[in-house]
Structures are given as structure tokens and as C-alpha cells.
């Protein structure tokens, strides 16, 4: 077996250096403090040195939002290690810790989830558009276990607008992908187009509520909006046909 060379070992710790000082400029200032110039200044070494280790400011923050993905996926993982084997309730244990991380790591939440289309971590802006991530694999094999064990009411193929579909088939089988490295084979019915759209309704409702919260952006001012983001889930396990009783 081999071991990596004393050259090698400086070189990953270099890195690590690198982004462990974007992570607190990060926390401390937000998004837009994360430069080259910067890391540079606080590590004591040129912005062009740098370039030797990431080709470019985007490449370092993609390298950073993996990072804050894998925290986030190993803080959710603790979440569920205590429940029992069972998707539904791993799933909305997940639903809050998701909500928790977001509210207490607002400058990750913005770089990661946040981040205007076009702009730096935009490609992460949904959970499920980086499925075999850590967290949306966490996310999305709570979800499998749901579906293996519960009987849901989800909307018929035929329902499905014709204009999602080409997306909906391509996130399809990449959910397919990501369960059955998981060990879940859930047959192929049980996965038809209509369950895919619901996951995406599932999704976009649970970030649209968390990301309005982060932001203070709800349309009238909420003084308990831990109820608000559980009546939610209540109302989402209903209509799926969960009992969260």
C-alpha cells in the first residue's frame, strides 16, 4: 500500500489551511468575503500562490460548499442515529434538523442553498440536484425508506405536466441510482413519475419555508415559526398519506 510522499502530506494540509480560512471568512463576514486576496492576506502567502492549489475562486468555493454539504449530512446523520429504522420518522427528524443547521449557519445556508442563479454555490441550490452528495443522499434515502414501507397517496404519471417530464425522467433515475447504492431496491412502479414530482413538490415547499425563515422574509412578522414549519410537515404527511400521530 502505498503512502503519500512528505511533499504530498504539505500539500494536503495546505488545502486544508486554505479552506478552513475561507470557512471562517465565510462565518464571520458571508459569501461575498470569500476572495483569493483575502485567504491570501490572512495565511500570509501571495494570491497568486493560491493557483496552485485551486484554478480559480469558483473552484475554491465549490471545494468549501462540499465541506459544508458533508458537516451538514454528518449533523443529520447524528439527528437520525437514535430513531428507530423507520423513513418516515428519519425523514422529518431530517426535515428539522435541516431547519436547525439553516437557522443556526445562516452564512452556510447562503453560500450553499441560497446563492443567486448564475452566481457562486448556484448549482447547489437544491438538495436533490446533487443527489449522490452527502446530504442529499441522507435526504433522499430517509425518503426511500418511506416509500419501501408506507403506501403513499401520490399524484398519477398521467398527472404530471408534459413539460416536466424530460426533467423529472432525467431526476428519476438518478434517484434510482443513489436508493439502490443504498441497498434499496424499490421496484421500478413504486418509483413512476408521479412519486418523482411529489419529491420535488416535497422538497420545494420544506426549502421555500426554511429559506423565508433565514431571510425574515415571511409576509407578515411570526412570532412562532417552529409551529408554522410543523404545521407544515403535519400538513405534508397528510396529504401524502402519513399519519404523524
Not at 8 to 18: P, W
Not at 178 to 207: C, H
Not at 216 to 232: A, C, R, T, W
Request: charged content about 25%.
Amino acid at each position: 500500500m502505498s503512502h503519500p510522499t512528505r511533499r504530498g502530506r504539505a500539500r494536503a494540509a495546505t488545502e486544508l489551511d486554505i479552506r478552513r480560512t475561507a470557512r471562517r471568512l465565510l462565518v464571520e463576514q458571508g459569501p461575498e468575503a470569500v476572495t483569493l486576496r483575502a485567504i491570501a492576506r490572512e495565511l500570509g502567502i501571495t494570491a497568486p500562490a493560491l493557483y496552485r492549489y485551486y484554478e480559480s475562486r469558483d473552484d475554491l468555493v465549490e471545494n468549501l460548499r462540499l465541506d459544508v454539504c458533508a458537516d451538514l449530512a454528518d449533523e443529520l446523520a447524528e439527528d437520525i442515529a437514535e430513531i428507530p429504522d423507520d423513513g418516515m420518522l428519519q425523514l422529518f427528524a431530517i426535515c428539522k434538523g435541516f431547519r436547525r443547521w439553516a437557522l443556526t449557519h445562516t452564512k452556510e445556508f447562503t453560500l450553499v442553498f441560497a446563492s443567486p442563479t448564475g452566481g457562486v454555490g448556484s448549482a447547489a441550490g437544491s438538495a436533490l440536484s446533487r443527489v449522490d452528495e452527502p446530504f442529499g443522499r441522507i435526504f433522499l434515502a430517509a425518503a426511500g425508506r418511506v416509500l419501501a414501507m408506507h403506501d403513499l397517496v401520490t399524484p398519477p404519471s398521467s398527472g404530471v405536466p408534459d413539460e416536466l417530464r424530460d426533467d423529472l425522467m432525467t431526476f428519476q433515475q438518478s434517484l434510482v441510482d443513489v436508493l439502490s447504492e443504498s441497498g434499496q431496491n424499490i421496484p421500478a412502479e413504486r418509483l413512476d413519475l408521479g412519486v418523482t414530482y411529489l419529491m420535488i413538490q416535497f422538497w420545494a415547499r420544506l426549502y421555500g419555508h426554511v429559506t423565508l425563515e433565514v431571510f425574515g422574509n415571511y409576509p407578515i412578522p411570526m412570532s412562532k415559526p417552529d409551529v408554522l414549519f410543523e404545521s407544515m410537515l403535519i400538513d405534508l404527511a397528510k396529504e401524502i398519506g402519513l399519519d404523524r400521530s
